[in-house]
């Protein structure tokens, strides 16, 4: 079975953590996840990126931003 693949704007919020609670439960096999983006909770949005290693993470706030890079 090829991995669904997920792109999760907001993976900071409630649903975007609840989503990635799904993507831990159900395992690489169903998901593949993709992109993470948020506003500004660059500190979740690293230990998320570290987590699942996707292609691309997004951080809207300007400031937030040059602590991800």
Do not use: C, K, N
Not at 7 to 36: C, F, K, M, W
């Amino acid at each position: 079975m090829t991995p669904i693949r997920v792109a999760i704007a907001g993976s900071s919020g409630s649903i975007g953590t609840q989503t990635l609670d799904v993507v831990r439960a159900e395992g690489p096999d169903h998901y593949d996840v993709v992109a993470l983006g948020v506003g500004a909770s660059s500190d979740v949005v690293v230990a998320q990126a570290l987590e699942f290693r996707p292609s691309v993470v997004a951080v809207s706030d300007p400031a937030a931003r040059s602590e991800v890079t």
